[in-house]
């Protein structure tokens, strides 16, 4: 009842915070020379227009202000400092007398709001200074609203211009936007976007680049070796696009003799690299190069080859700018000096060999001081291969001689195909080549909805090899297939006249399951679909007795091989999918031929969590509920523009929705309680139209068994039956009925999440849901760090490795969580590790999906931020198995009511040491490096933390059940239980 009173309490507060706010910018003044003001104006001082913004954008603003002023107009900025409390006394005083138009920009949207906030709070301060007793203009000024910068939109000096070109006009726009083509309600501003302030003499660098391929890194070291080392100012940023380690990177780098302001992209750039040559085919790469910009590309191809093939409108351009254009084979000389696909060091070499922005010794002096600072702490060889990289790249380094017209017989892709849905071409398609920008507001949904399965058309060619398959070789095992992250491996049995009209080159063997002889068998790739992460081959079991080093799997250049395969995919995709009930979904054979409905997503090659919801979407997809912690199973699961989650050929898929770290464990609780709500009222109005719908129909459909495959297509037969019966019935409950009856079908909810959302963030909620009782599964996909913000350390970081937040070494041990979730007795928990069992992580699917309460899986997923090659990543799996520091475990209730212990491990005991597991990973070796003797100290710890962990787990285990061992508590006393206190009471 005091609230109010309480909140007017507070006013003095408010009031006196600008004075204590311009105080506190005064001392910082005297002690740094920079000083600010609650507002700060920047301009004409007899300025006529002037524009009202905070933050990042000032820079543009400012930028276009120098410019147009200089041409003769009388524009300001008032810059915003301190907003809200807002101080309208000192803002009325920063605007210039002469003031007669203001324009606010706001960077944020309240829909139906009369105004933004910014421009709220200026309309009432002038408002009420003009009532005031000494009105400080003479006029009114006009004031105008617009928005700007919305979801990272760029902001330019010509935007800019365009908003006080729009002050100029006796009417002016209110409630405007800058920067986009508002086509629906026509609230946008024109603007001329060749307006520019760049220096000439700031020399404007793009860089294309892949995730992991070291782009950014190198251009990072490029900025610090330029910054320091020369009297330029240095400028750098990165644009990254939804994806993970594959994603295209593009750095803009400014470099002058004058402090740089820019706070916008690079759109005439004097220098370009192109680090990825298949970029080449479905992007114009040169469209912000300037005439007699330097370009150069990382090609296979040598200086004599590689004009034909480049595309038609990429040679048009080389001739019509006169570019300067150079290559370098940056894979060949990465893969001589031992370092895989990193080419960073090797194109940074190229680019301060021809940019001049540093004499070429004297750049090359300070690269590899700046590799020794970076790799240094990965070991001397780490940084002897980098060296060797820089000396190589100059011998491999070659200009092209342009010829004077245009070759190519081909051109530019789209990004994604025309064949694709219209929206997905001409809208998604616009995205994923960078240009969503561009699309006008009427291209887009206005309630947001996009559609699911469009990854399929993002064909990304990121691959420098992909498997090929040996078909005689093969035991078709189905692990290449389990374990492949993209799902780009897949398999089909099929009937032989299916084969009719096959492509030349498409392979088929006999099938090596019983019953199905008369079939063919195939293992196709999406070969612009793969990563190339080598995985597949890696896992495969089967090698050749006459090559040791050849196996049914082998990675082969994909160049030669893609439009071949590309033909093969398609053909394999048009063949129908195996019979789900034909299948034993327990067994890793049959599981391959289930249809992923998680596929092509965009998370690093190589990646551990993938194939765990993969594997998910193969068993239950179909009737599967997600519930999504952020993290990196969102970002590659609901990106845009292409989304990995899809539907079978029954148009049915997982429903999948995302929330926050805090609270996704409530969020898909949520999902539960919502189904099953609406399960028991499609189940009361199915009772109550027994009489329409037939009482043995009604009686089948409430006692389905659906514990199985079988059990729920029958389920989903009787569903349908339902609705023929009630086509023809106009009631109110009939038709409520046919909107619920697909609850009726049983319905599997998951809540999937890293170990920064299950051990840390999210924890609270996560023991609130296992506690519940509710019918919710768990899939925590532990990486063991905050993967997706850049390595942190988490409560499931292991003792002694190196993280961010843990530089030292994690001084402690990993939680077990899983041992926590056994405490309740009541939740199914189990510990997997695909490469460590693969049938075991099936088998706890199962069971946790068949488990009538709350289920834990907690799925080790080897990172990238572990640091080794991901090729070997299911090996690594194997280890951390085999050394104890991962026993495999499962823990079913269901197990006590048949009287046995449902405590089982699944895994022998330690076979390896634990540094033979940790040591092949630099977040442990590094600290080896840095630091021998706590690196020694904490593996010691760290193998005792394995060892009384096992001890642990195999004592629960050899635990007798309860049908084989005795009672523990005394009979029951007869008779009533005295009172507490009572004299003689024990």
């Known amino acids: 009842m005091c609230f109010f009173r309480l909140r007017e309490a507070c006013n003095p507060f408010y009031l006196a915070c600008p004075t204590i706010v311009q105080n506190t910018m005064d001392k910082f003044a005297n002690l740094t020379g920079r000083q600010y003001h609650l507002f700060d104006y920047f301009g004409a001082p007899d300025a006529e227009r002037v524009m009202v913004l905070m933050g990042s954008g000032a820079g543009a603003a400012e930028e276009a202000i120098c410019r147009l002023n200089l041409e003769g107009e009388k524009l300001g900025l008032l810059k915003v400092r301190l907003y809200r409390p807002f101080a309208a006394e000192a803002f009325i005083a920063a605007l210039p007398e002469t003031v007669k138009s203001i324009a606010v920009l706001d960077r944020t949207k309240e829909p139906g709001a009369l105004g933004e906030p910014l421009y709220q709070d200026v309309i009432t301060a002038l408002s009420e200074s003009s009532f005031g007793a000494s009105p400080r203009f003479a006029t009114h000024p006009r004031v105008v609203g617009g928005r700007y910068g919305l979801s990272s939109k760029e902001f330019t000096p010509a935007m800019v211009k365009g908003v006080f070109d729009e002050l100029k006009k006796p009417s002016p726009k ?126 296979p191809y040598g200086p004599e080859a590689v004009w034909k093939h480049l595309p038609r409108t990429t040679q048009a351009t080389i001739i019509a700018k006169k570019l300067q254009f150079y290559v370098i084979d940056g894979y060949t000389v990465a893969r001589e000096a031992g370092m895989g696909n990193r080419i960073n060091t090797i194109m940074q070499t190229g680019f301060f060999a021809i940019s001049g922005v540093l004499p070429r010794d004297e750049a090359i002096e300070h690269i590899k001081k700046a590799i020794k600072k970076t790799y240094g702490k990965r070991g001397d060889v780490v940084v002897q291969q980098n060296f060797a990289a820089v000396d190589a790249a100059l011998a491999h380094l070659h200009q092209v001689k342009v010829p004077e017209t245009v070759s190519a017989t081909f051109d530019i892709l789209p990004m994604l195909p025309r064949e694709a849905p219209a929206f997905v071409h001409d809208v998604l398609g616009e995205m994923a080549a960078g240009r969503g920008d561009l699309l006008p507001v009427s291209a887009l949904p206005p309630g947001g909805t996009f559609p699911t399965g469009t990854a399929q058309w993002e064909k990304r060619n990121i691959a420098q090899m992909i498997p090929v398959w040996d078909e005689e070789l093969c035991i078709q095992c189905g692990k290449c297939v389990l374990v492949c992250p993209h799902a780009v491996i897949r398999a089909k049995v099929y009937a032989p006249e299916l084969l009719t009209g096959a492509p030349e080159t498409f392979k088929s063997v006999q099938p090596k399951w019983k019953g199905m002889e008369q079939e063919l068998y195939t293992l196709q790739v999406a070969p612009e679909d793969c990563t190339g992460c080598h995985i597949c081959v890696e896992i495969c079991p089967v090698k050749s007795k006459t090559d040791a080093g050849h196996r049914a799997l082998n990675m082969e250049m994909q160049a030669p091989l893609r439009e071949a395969e590309v033909k093969n995919w398609s053909f394999f995709e048009a063949l129908p999918s195996v019979d789900r009930k034909r299948l034993s979904h327990t067994q890793v054979k049959d599981v391959q031929l289930l249809d992923p409905l998680f596929e092509f997503s965009g998370a690093c090659a190589g990646c551990g969590e993938t194939p765990y919801i993969k594997l998910l979407t193969q068993l239950f997809g179909d009737r599967l509920f997600i519930a999504n912690a952020t993290g990196c199973s969102s970002i590659f699961g609901g990106n845009l523009p292409t989304t990995p989650y899809t539907v079978n050929k029954s148009g049915r898929g997982p429903t999948w929705s995302n929330s926050l770290f805090e609270d996704n464990a409530e969020f898909g609780l949520g999902m539960r309680l919502a189904l099953d709500q609406q399960k028991e009222y499609a189940e009361e109005l199915l009772r109550r139209l027994a009489p329409k719908v037939g009482d043995d129909l009604v009686t089948a459909v409430l006692s389905a068994d659906q514990s199985s495959e079988v059990g729920i297509e029958g389920q989903r037969e009787r569903v349908l039956l339902v609705r023929d019966k009630l086509a023809g019935v106009d009631s109110p409950q009939a038709r409520a009925l046919l909107l619920m009856a697909d609850s009726l079908v049983r319905k599997s909810v998951w809540l999937v999440g890293g170990d920064g959302w299950a051990y840390d963030i999210g924890f609270g909620g996560l023991d609130h849901v296992l506690g519940s009782g509710e019918n919710v599964k768990v899939l925590v996909l532990d990486t063991e760090t905050y993967s997706n913000t850049g390595g942190q350390m988490s409560k499931a970081t292991p003792r002694g490795a190196v993280a961010k937040f843990a530089a030292g070494g994690k001084p402690n041990s990993k939680k077990d969580l899983a041992m926590e979730a056994v405490s309740y007795g009541s939740v199914y928990v189990a510990r997997v590790a695909m490469g460590g069992n693969d049938t075991q992580t099936i088998k706890a699917f199962q069971e946790a999906e068949a488990y009538d309460g709350p289920a834990l899986i907690i799925a080790y997923s080897h990172c990238i931020a572990h640091g080794f090659d991901l090729a070997y990543g299911m090996e690594q799996q194997k280890n951390a198995v085999l050394s104890g520091y991962w026993p495999l475990m499962r823990y079913n209730p269901a197990l006590r009511k048949e009287g046995k212990n449902p405590f089982q491990l699944d895994s022998k005991a330690p076979s390896i040491s634990l540094k033979e597991y940790s040591y092949h990973e630099e977040r442990f070796t590094m600290l080896a490096r840095s630091n021998p003797e706590v690196a020694r100290k904490l593996l010691d710890e760290a193998q005792d933390d394995v060892e009384r962990e096992w001890r642990v787990y195999s004592d629960r285990a050899a635990m007798a059940g309860r049908s084989e061992s005795p009672h523990i508590a005394p009979p029951e006393p007869e008779g009533p239980i005295a009172p507490l206190g009572a004299r003689g009471a024990r």
Do not use: W
Request: proline share 5%.
């Open 174 to 299: 209110n409630h405007f936007t800058i920067g986009i083509q508002d086509d629906v309600t026509h609230t946008s501003l024109e603007y001329d976007p060749e307006f520019s302030t760049e220096d000439p003499r700031t020399v404007r660098a793009l860089f294309y680049g892949l995730g992991s391929d070291g782009t950014v890194g190198a251009n990072k070291n490029s900025i610090k070796i330029i910054g320091s080392q020369t009297p330029n100012y240095a400028q750098g940023y990165f644009v990254y696009d939804s994806k993970k380690s594959g994603s295209v990177t593009i750095s803009h780098l400014r470099f002058g003799p004058d402090p740089i302001r820019s706070t916008y992209l690079i759109t005439k750039a004097n220098f370009v690299a192109c680090h990825q040559f298949q970029f080449l085919e479905r992007m114009d790469i040169l469209t912000a190069a300037a005439p007699g910009a330097v370009f150069l590309l990382n090609s």
